[in-house]
């Protein structure tokens, strides 16, 4: 997808937050860092779903540079058996590393690490989040997504379970609100 123009409004580089009424299993309360969004279509990693599986058993190479908690993501449901990474590289630029967010970016998991050693606080994701052209937009239309600033600290925190909380409530306003919304409204 890379080949392809940014559409106007280009979620690259943001974070897609899954508003409540979002009812999907596959992305119910998901914060999702987008890597791409292009006409052809979006993709990107779901950073709030840790397995409970080690990520130093996906791709042992790189256990030494695993962000804590060193667990393996679900990324999302397309490509499940693709481990995609995302690390922190050096300021200056390196083949190893495709600049995402400030020194965030994917990692090239093919290489060796003792090639790369300023990459460092890797996190691994199990498949990703795609979408089709035209597919996303349709779903941001239908209000379905909150679309957010992303801070480089997202992709590697060490509380994921309580991202999406967290992501909610830095939006202020009414989005901070839906940050305490309950898992199902009938409790209320």
């Known amino acids: 997808m890379s080949d392809a123009t940014p559409p106007p409004e280009s979620t690259r580089a943001r974070l897609l937050v899954a508003v409540p009424e979002l009812v999907d299993p596959n992305f119910a309360r998901t914060v999702i860092l987008m890597l791409e969004h292009t006409d052809d ?111 480089e600290e997202d992709a590697r925190s060490v509380d994921p379970d309580g991202l999406w909380r967290h992501v909610m409530a830095r939006q202020g306003g009414m989005a901070a609100l839906l940050g305490d919304y309950p898992d199902d409204a009938s409790l209320n």
């Open 41 to 151: 279509g979006a993709l990107g990693v779901i950073l709030n779903r840790p397995r409970l599986v080690g990520a130093s058993e996906a791709v042992p190479h790189w256990a030494d540079r695993l962000a804590y908690p060193a667990r393996l993501h679900d990324g999302g449901p397309v490509s499940t058996d693709s481990v995609i990474g995302l690390g922190r590289g050096p300021a200056e630029p390196l083949d190893a590393i495709s600049p995402l967010l400030g020194r965030l970016g994917v990692v090239d998991l093919h290489r060796d690490p003792a090639e790369v050693p300023d990459i460092d606080e890797v996190r691994l994701f199990a498949g990703y989040a795609g979408w089709s052209a035209g597919q996303l937009e349709a779903e941001l239309a239908a209000g379905g997504w909150l679309v957010a600033d992303a801070h």
